[in-house]
Structure formats: C-alpha cells, structure tokens
T-cell receptor, first 114, second 112 residues
Framework: EPEVTQTPSHQVTQMGQEVILRCVPISNHLYFYWYRQILGQKVEFLVSFYNNEISEKSEIFDDQFSVERPDGSNFTLKIRSTKLEDSAMYFC????????????FGEGSRLTVL | GQQLNQSPQSMFIQEGEDVSMNCTSSSIFNTWLWYKQEPGEGPVLLIALYKAGELTSNGRLTAQFGITRKDSFLNISASIPSDVGIYFCAGPSLGNTGKLIFGQGTTLQVKP
C-alpha cells in the first residue's frame, strides 16, 4: 500500500541551527502538507502546498519556515534558525484532492532543539 | 476561527466495553473526519462523513455527522487492547486548500 515516508525519524539540533525535514508524498497525490504536534497536544496545521506553491499557511509558519518541492518526489520543510519552541513532531501529509479531508500522514520526524 | 472541541479528554476502559466520544464546533463543517493516532505514528483516517445526518460504520466503529453540521460522535463497540490511541475529529477549513482543523483529541486506554 502506498505511504508517505519521512526522514529523519528523529533529529537533535542546537538552537539557531538550520534543519531540513524531508518527505516523499504518495506519488499520485497533488496536495502536500506539513503539520506539527507538540508533545501531548493536538495536531496543528503549518502549510499546504499545491501546484508548486503555498496555498495556505498558518501564523506558526513565519519567515523562519520554508517549503520546497525540489524534484518530482520530495517535499521538504526547512527551519532556518531553530528555537527551543520548535521542538515537536513534524508530520508530512498528502492528498489527492483538497476538499475530501482524506489526508495520508507519514510517521513523523521528531525534532528536538537544545 | 473554526475550532473543534472533543470530549472526553481521556478514557480508561475495560476490554469489551463500548466507547463513545464526541466532537462539537461553533461553526458548520461540511465534512467530518475521525483519525486515530497510535504512539509514535502519524494520524490514520478511520471514517469520513460527507452528509449531514449520515451514519457510517467501519467494522466496530460507527460515526455520525450531526444534522446541524456542528457535531459528530464516534462509537467503538466491544473495545480491544489495540484500540488504544488518540482519536481526533477533524474538518476541512474554509478556503479549499486542503487544510484540516483538528480537535484536541480523546486519549483511549483499554485494560485487558
């Protein structure tokens, strides 16, 4: 069964360092997303991406964040200068359409900022 | 903004018991979804509801889309240990960008 894959599964970084989280969405999906989940809290939307551009972003997704689809398969989230409060699970998701709500999530990348 | 409120926050039940959890909103959603998250994993879609009043089953799971479009419930019958996890309701936001809004989740623990 096709799945969304994410790397790394866990990254530990020093405050102020740049981090890139990588995702391979399901191949015939057109919409891509990043969500994050701080430990014990709900899943929060960061950004949606369609047709090679951001279609919506949340207030969490400030200038320190960026997304890119550098080739036909990868979808990356970059955090330019990490802060302690960026520590969270980051989930990539993809979907065929935008209005069904049927998202497929990866297993997540745990980011720990020290 | 659009928000989803889930209750209860957590449940601790005996294996074999039935479970019911609820999700409400102050605004209308045209789609309601229930996701389950197991420890160390991403959310997985359980049930999607597209029509007000719709009642849908998936094995031991049953969910209903409230007639007002402002609420939904999820029932699990005859719970088993592998039902353990966090259950999230979710709904697409306005704007047709695919963004989902999630509730805070209901944590379910099942005692064998």
């Amino acid at each position: 069964e096709p799945e969304v894959t994410q790397t790394p599964s866990h990254q530990v970084t020093q405050m102020g360092q740049e981090v890139i989280l990588r995702c391979v969405p399901i191949s015939n999906h057109l919409y891509f997303y990043w969500y994050r989940q701080i430990l014990g809290q709900k899943v929060e939307f960061l950004v949606s991406f369609y047709n090679n551009e951001i279609s919506e972003k949340s207030e969490i997704f400030d200038d320190q964040f960026s997304v890119e689809r550098p080739d036909g398969s990868n979808f990356t989230l970059k955090i330019r200068s990490t802060k302690l409060e960026d520590s969270a699970m980051y989930f990539c998701a993809s979907s065929k359409g935008a209005n069904t709500g049927e998202l497929f999530f990866g297993e997540g990348s745990r980011l720990t900022v020290l | 903004g659009q928000q989803l409120n889930q209750s209860p926050q957590s449940m601790f039940i005996q294996e074999g018991e039935d479970v019911s959890m609820n999700c409400t909103s102050s605004s209308i959603f045209n789609t309601w979804l229930w996701y389950k998250q197991e420890p160390g994993e991403g959310p997985v879609l359980l049930i999607a509801l597209y029509k007000a009043g719709e009642l849908t089953s998936n094995g031991r799971l049953t969910a209903q889309f409230g007639i007002t479009r402002k609420d939904s419930f999820l029932n699990i019958s005859a719970s088993i240990p592998s039902d353990v996890g966090i259950y999230f309701c979710a709904g697409p936001s306005l704007g047709n960008t695919g963004k989902l809004i999630f509730g805070q989740g209901t944590t379910l623990q099942v005692k064998p």
